[in-house]
């Protein structure tokens, strides 16, 4: 089955700064790369997500990268607010499987 | 709010017990995914079902099973419950199950602590 690392777990940065989250990916049939922001007490909320498609998606401060040949993917920030402090998730799906397989999560902690 | 409801929000309950946890999707939502979060496990898909129909299956035990009634809302029921159930489960939903985009919406969760 699909499975997904993610590094760093844990990433401190202050704030203006910018954040890089990387993931990595195992079954090259995956499809879909959503990233998902936790912040504490609530579910998980899909901030960004990118299909095999396409190779670059910006949203504002955000952007995603997609390499399909390394079958890596990583998610930018910039200009880093101490609101973007959460838990960060990856994930990756088979779209004929329809499941998400999800990284162990990066804690981004933004400093004033 | 995400519009995914979920009941109850804690939950403590001793081994060997049984739970239900409920969901109600988004509005016009027909899909319902069910994941379970731990410290050691991570954030893990249980199931998903469409419609009433169980689509897709994930590390979900036996000891667990899920149901999604004609008014689209769906429970979880956890039997024989071991300490090491004890975790945030989540429901989430979709518009539909053939959309290649799985614009997963999730709920905020239930913690279930066995003691």
Redesign the interface.
């Known amino acids: 089955g699909e499975n997904v690392e993610q590094h760093p777990s844990t990433l401190s940065v202050q704030e203006g700064d910018s954040a890089v989250i990387k993931c990595t990916y195992s079954d090259s049939a995956s499809n879909y790369f959503p990233w998902y922001k936790q912040e504490l007490g609530k579910g998980p909320q899909l901030i960004i997500d990118i299909r095999s498609n396409v190779g670059e998606k910006k949203d504002q401060r955000i952007a995603v990268t997609l390499n399909k040949t390394a079958k890596h993917f990583s998610l930018h920030i910039t200009e880093t607010q101490p609101e973007d402090s959460a838990v960060y998730f990856c994930a990756a799906s088979i779209s004929a499987g329809n499941m998400l397989t999800f990284g162990g999560g990066t804690r981004l902690m933004v400093k004033p | 709010d ?1 519009g ?1 409801t979920q009941t109850p929000k804690h939950l403590i309950t001793a081994t060997g017990q049984r739970v239900t946890l409920r969901c109600s999707p988004r509005s016009g939502d027909l899909s319902v ?1 069910w994941y379970q979060q731990s410290l050691d496990q ?4 249980l199931i ?1 079902y469409y419609n009433g129909e169980e ?2 299956k ?1 590390n979900i035990l036996e000891r667990f099973s899920a149901q999604q009634f004609p008014d689209l809302h769906s429970e979880l029921n956890l039997s024989s419950l071991e300490l090491g159930d004890s975790a945030l489960y ?1 429901c ?1 939903s979709s518009p539909n ?1 053939l959309d ?10 239930t913690r279930l602590t066995v003691v």
């Open positions: 995400s995914v995914y991570g954030l893990q898909f998903q689509r897709a994930g989540f989430a199950s290649s985009v799985l614009r997963n919406t999730f709920g905020s969760g």
